[in-house]
């Protein structure tokens, strides 16, 4: 399916053996770091001391990337919520030229507000994607599933692509195809960067011929790289974004 994988993580899970993981090579590509929630939560000085391993290694920006991560709260503005995932990440030392993208998690877990309506989400979600292009020249990542299903949304919310959490061992939902389940999440083929095809849930199946652990991780979220070009793609648009290092 694909032959490059990312994991993803945040303060709460347990320690990672970055050096292992590193060291292991393809198809372990880079991971995905929680620098902040809402207006309320921040995780710089834990997620500085993740990305150390990466950003020194020789295979960083070649075939090994970091990225963050912002988990967006529907009750506080979004573009407040940008800056503040910004200030963060001045504070881990700024985008280079192999971070990825901005990620930006749309869920309900945790959320003040359990059912918000499309137009909620749309305004919060909109104003992060806009403000973070402003201040970084970049497009964000759209991570999202169940809720943006639930709430019919029907674009990416002005992010430039998207990442889909679903476990299991294909890509849409019991009785659809791939290309109807991503078309329910606002997004297509041409525009899905990762699906996460494994939780820290335990599980029992996943797409044929992918790892379900990583090294030096364990049991941690899984995202196959399904850009359509991979990792050559990637590469080539990452750069062509990138800030000067």
Not at 233 to 243: H, V
């Amino acid at each position: 399916m694909t032959d490059s994988l990312v994991v993803d993580i945040y303060p709460g899970d347990p320690p990672c053996n970055w050096a292992a993981y590193i060291a292991a090579g393809p198809p372990w590509c880079g991971a995905i770091f929680k620098l902040t929630q809402g207006l309320d939560y921040e995780y710089a000085t834990w997620a500085a001391k993740q990305r150390e391993r990466f950003v020194y290694d020789s295979r960083y920006a070649v075939d090994l990337f970091d990225g963050f991560y912002h988990y967006l709260t529907f009750h506080q503005d979004g573009r407040l919520q940008a800056e503040r995932f910004w200030g963060a990440m001045e504070r881990v030392g700024g985008e280079r030229t192999g971070t990825l993208w901005a990620m930006l998690d749309v869920e309900r877990g945790g959320q003040r507000i359990a059912n918000p309506s499309r137009e909620l989400v749309e305004d919060r979600a909109g104003a992060w994607a806009a403000r973070y292009e402003q201040l970084s020249g970049r497009r964000a990542t759209l991570y999202g599933g169940e809720l943006l299903r639930g709430v019919g949304v029907t674009s990416r919310l002005g992010c430039g692509r998207s990442a889909v959490a679903l476990y299991g061992s294909r890509l849409g939902g019991p009785h659809e195809g791939t290309a109807d389940f991503l078309r329910r999440t606002g997004t297509d083929l041409e525009h899905l960067m990762l699906w996460q095809y494994r939780g820290t849930e335990p599980q029992s199946a996943g797409p044929p011929g992918c790892p379900m652990t990583a090294p030096g991780c364990g049991e941690i979220d899984i995202s196959a790289l399904v850009l359509p070009g991979g990792l050559e793609r990637l590469r080539s648009t990452l750069w062509a974004e990138s800030p000067t290092p």
